[in-house]
């Protein structure tokens, strides 16, 4: 092997050793700190590593990967009752705004969903104040914001938010068009289409998730 050629697999594995460091870093500081923004996180994990070779930033969705094991490590007791906190809500929310036919996503639809989480639900309606008068019909204070969702490299809109609190857990719900149903905007994490679902698909997951409960407590009752 010439000496170029070790220098080059040299830098290939201090390069991956750093991108791996800087993921489980920033995954660390998403889980502790509430950082919800990837980008964020992978900056001041960097930093804070005093890594500064952009190359060496790993992609969200590796960030997400050391996020799902860092809360199996670290938090197997208490993350799986948090999100199972979350889909509780997030059933008795969809069932509550069923006319917006809304879809659950994020990190409580994706599983990662811990203390800092908020329910996240996309709402539809192609009158964009309706949901804001439905919750203040129903005495929901809400704080507005708006959001800039990725169709494309082109194509980035920008949407009402619509934040409240319900049972001391937040909700964050986006308003989009009724077309927007059939086209989902881009995941932040691999630039795929974003995973939503319906309150069925929800009602299912929580319907498992209480089974595989059930059964453990069997197993370790006849154990």
Same mark, same amino acid.
């Given at each position: 092997m010439s000496r170029g050629e070790h220098h080059r697999i040299h830098a290939h594995d201090r390069l991956q050793r750093n991108r791996l460091l800087i993921a489980q870093e920033a995954a660390r500081l998403m889980s502790e700190q509430g950082i919800?923004?990837?980008?964020?996180a992978k900056l001041k994990?960097? @930093?804070? $590593? /005093?890594? $500064?070779?952009?190359q060496a930033l790993p992609r969200n969705l590796e960030i997400e990967r050391a996020l799902r094991e860092h809360?199996?490590?670290?938090? &197997?007791?208490s993350q799986p009752q948090l999100l199972l906190r979350r889909r509780t809500a *997030?059933? @008795? &929310?969809?069932?509550?705004? *069923?006319q917006f036919e809304p879809r659950l996503v994020g990190a409580v639809l994706e599983g990662t969903a811990d203390a =800092?989480?908020?329910?996240? $639900? =996309?709402?539809?309606?192609d009158d964009a104040d309706a949901v804001e008068r439905y919750l203040s019909e129903h005495g929901v204070p809400v704080e507005g914001q708006v959001r800039r969702l990725r169709y494309s490299r082109s194509e980035q809109p920008e949407y009402p938010v619509l934040l409240f609190a319900a049972d001391e857990l937040p909700?964050? $719900?986006t308003?989009?068009?009724r077309n927007a149903l059939r086209r989902p905007p881009l995941d932040r994490t691999d630039d795929r289409p974003m995973r939503r679902a319906s309150l069925v698909q929800v009602e299912m997951m929580l319907s498992e998730a209480f089974g595989d409960a059930v059964q453990r407590r069997t /197993?370790? *009752?006849?154990r």
């Open positions: 919800r923004d990837f980008h964020h994990a960097a @930093e804070r $590593l /005093g890594i $500064l070779d952009a809360q199996r490590l670290f938090q &197997a007791d *997030a059933v @008795e &929310a969809m069932r509550f705004l *069923a =800092h989480s908020a329910v996240c $639900l =996309h709402v539809f309606s909700f964050d $719900l308003v989009l068009p /197993g370790a *009752a006849r």
